[in-house]
């Protein structure tokens, strides 16, 4: 059976910095290729909160379902990635904020040749984001559509400083963004739902390893899962990595993708 770890309390501040240390070596992305193609496919990492009887949010939100612990782990997953990719409904709704540097990760992100602070890409095929939204306008942020977005929504964002890229004519198409993240040398990805967005990475087999924190709590009510999609979803096995607790009951998981495969996307099995 599985080994259950048990994380250090983070309430005085030198027990957090040693925390926050010892959750990067456990959550670090594997190494990127010292050889061609220079530009591999990025690897996916979701990081998702439920309760124990799997719900994704209360009252409406995900935000009271965190913890100590799961802010730690959050705070963690994005110091280590190049890019937060995000539906841009969930964003709205949880109050997003450009993603900020965090000066006991800056050494380690100069070392690995990253930005100060990972990028923001929001997905929306509707653009229904308000015009006061603050990130949007930001340089390090891109709003990732679809050539059928609403023509006065595209022009309203533009004009507020949005950059805007079309991928897909229907539908926002994870391929496209991935292919997007690439060529901006973003292979580190991390998304953090909403479920929508898990849905269709993971009906497009884009994703690669799954996080997840589960909060000590029964929500019952009619709250949707960490992934939702219309469809069936391929089924594709994933193994656990880590099984780690805190001392406030949650239960912080990490799933890959099996079998074993090159990494960033150079997918070895045949399926």
Request: glycine share 8%.
């Amino acid at each position: 059976m599985f080994g259950l770890q048990k994380a250090t309390q983070l309430t005085p501040a030198d027990d957090q910095a040693t925390t926050l240390r010892w959750l990067a070596q456990q959550y670090a992305y594997p190494p990127l290729p010292s050889s061609p193609p220079c530009l591999p496919r990025p690897f996916v990492r979701a990081n998702m909160v439920g309760s124990i009887d799997g719900a994704v949010t209360v009252d409406g939100r995900s935000g009271g379902l965190g913890g100590p612990g799961d802010k730690a782990v959050f705070r963690v997953l994005r110091a280590l990635a190049d890019v937060v990719v995000v539906g841009a409904s969930t964003a709205v709704t949880e109050g997003y904020r450009q993603p900020s540097a965090d000066d006991e990760f800056t050494a380690d992100r100069t070392a690995r040749d990253q930005t100060p602070a990972p990028a923001l890409a929001l997905l929306s095929r509707s653009l229904s984001i308000p015009d006061d939204f603050a990130p949007v306008a930001q340089p390090q942020t891109l709003v990732l559509t679809c050539a059928s977005a609403p023509a006065d929504r595209r022009s309203a964002l533009t004009d507020i400083g949005a950059t805007l890229i079309d991928c897909g004519d229907d539908t926002v198409d994870p391929h496209a963004v991935l292919d997007v993240c690439a060529e901006r040398g973003w292979v580190r990805v991390l998304t953090e739902g909403g479920p929508s967005l898990l849905g269709s990475l993971a009906q497009a087999d884009a994703l690669d390893e799954l996080c997840v924190t589960t909060a000590p709590v029964v929500v019952g009510g009619d709250a949707g899962r960490i992934v939702s999609h219309r469809d069936a979803l391929p089924t594709r096995p994933m193994r656990p990595v880590s099984i780690i607790t805190d001392d406030d009951g949650y239960v912080f998981t990490r799933w890959a993708r099996t079998p074993t495969e090159d990494t960033y996307g150079h997918r070895t099995d045949t399926d």
